[in-house]
């Protein structure tokens, strides 16, 4: 068992351009949730997924940032135009159904955004 | 909002020493879980416990729970180099059917010293 699989692990991209962020769960895990992490702060949650479905994308800031879990693949973050205050790293975790909140959280190893 | 604050910011300590880390928090919750985070790497789950719960045990972790105080310390035992990471806790929310979504705190580091 893989774990969760986050790709890239590093990111580097210019003000304005796109950043894709890949997330695979572990296997059996239909639940997706995203949390960035700012510098010297705790992880922040941003959005919740199951397969084609957005359940809870409450933290997400309003524009330019999306999320995807779609049947095939892997669950995708997607920033627009990114701005210098995007840099983070940007962690996924997964969980079966329901017991995440039970038994806790498996997380990837994170993509570390730069924007220059 | 809830939140979860860690203390201290930074620990310390000589290799089989404990160590213990606070947290708090604000509002009611289902569970409290505890995560460490080596430097660059991601978050791995260490234990659980759940608010109806006042004291669990893993190895050489021992975590206690306190609602009445919205406290939970972690104590780690005989403590190791390997151990050196960031320790945060994370709280989920009852009511809502949110409790998906976990608050975390902004950590403790902990330095142990061969």
């Known amino acids: 068992n893989a774990g969760v699989m986050q790709n890239p692990r590093h990111l580097v991209r210019r003000r304005g351009q796109e950043a894709r962020l890949r997330c695979s769960p572990m296997k059996g895990h239909s639940h997706v949730y995203w949390y960035r992490q700012l510098p010297e702060e705790g992880l922040k949650f941003m959005v919740y997924?199951?397969?084609?479905?957005?359940?809870?994308e409450s933290g997400m800031p309003k524009e330019r940032f999306s999320a995807e879990f779609p049947k095939e693949g892997p669950s995708i973050l997607r920033i627009q135009q990114v701005v210098r205050g995007d840099s983070a790293a940007y962690f996924c975790?997964?969980?079966?159904?329901?017991?995440?909140?039970?038994?806790?959280?498996?997380f990837g190893s994170g993509t570390r955004l730069t924007v220059v | 909002s809830q939140q979860g604050e860690e203390d201290p910011q930074a620990l310390s300590i000589q290799e089989g020493e404990n160590a213990t880390m606070n947290c708090s928090y604000k509002t009611s919750i289902n569970n409290l879980q505890w995560y460490r985070q080596n430097s660059g790497r991601g978050l791995v789950h260490l234990i659980l416990?759940?608010?109806?719960?006042r004291e669990k045990h893993s190895g050489r972790l021992r975590v206690t729970l306190d609602t009445s105080k919205k406290s939970s310390s972690l104590l780690i035992t005989a403590s190791r180099a390997a151990d050196t990471a960031s320790y945060f806790c994370a709280t989920d929310a009852t009511g809502g059917g949110s409790n998906y979504k976990l608050t975390f705190g902004k950590g403790t580091l902990l330095t142990v010293n061969p």
């Open positions: 975790a997964s969980s079966p159904p329901g017991l995440g909140a039970n038994y806790g959280y498996t």
């Open positions: 416990i759940r608010s109806n719960e």
């Open positions: 997924l199951q397969k084609e479905n957005i359940i809870d």
